[in-house]
């Protein structure tokens, strides 16, 4: 299995960016994809995933800002992040499970700064 993590950069605060996490073969047959995300000197932490069925999971701290989606079609998993924070500066990493074990994409930075 692998992922490909894209779209991170460098924006001002309220600004937009789109992560995508693309992968190898079919992305259907994941149990469940997410986005995690890893701030110097803080742990890992879950920002937001869908499951093959589409449900969806958010971080508290990404509610109403954040919007994680799949296109079955392009084997893709997108992260729309909205009025984007100082706070949300970090690597992101893209992560899929399947038959209960997680597979790691490398991380793709965003930065939130003026």
């Known amino acids: 299995v692998q992922l490909q993590a894209s779209g991170g950069g460098l924006v001002q605060p309220g600004g937009s960016l789109r992560l995508s996490c693309a992968a190898s073969?079919?992305?259907?047959?994941?149990?469940?994809i997410g986005w995690y995300r890893q701030a110097p000197g803080k742990s890992r932490e879950l920002v937001a995933s869908?499951?093959?069925?589409?449900?969806?999971n958010y971080a508290d701290s990404v509610k109403g800002r954040f919007t994680i989606s799949r296109d079955n079609g392009k084997n893709t998993v997108n992260l729309q992040m909205n009025s984007l924070k100082p706070e949300d500066t970090a690597v992101y990493y893209c992560?899929?499970?399947?038959?209960?074990?997680?597979?790691w994409g490398q991380g793709t930075q965003v930065t939130v700064s003026s």
């Open positions: 869908i499951t093959r069925g589409f449900g969806t």
């Open positions: 992560n899929a499970v399947l038959d209960r074990i997680g597979y």
């Open positions: 073969g079919t992305i259907s047959r994941f149990k469940t």
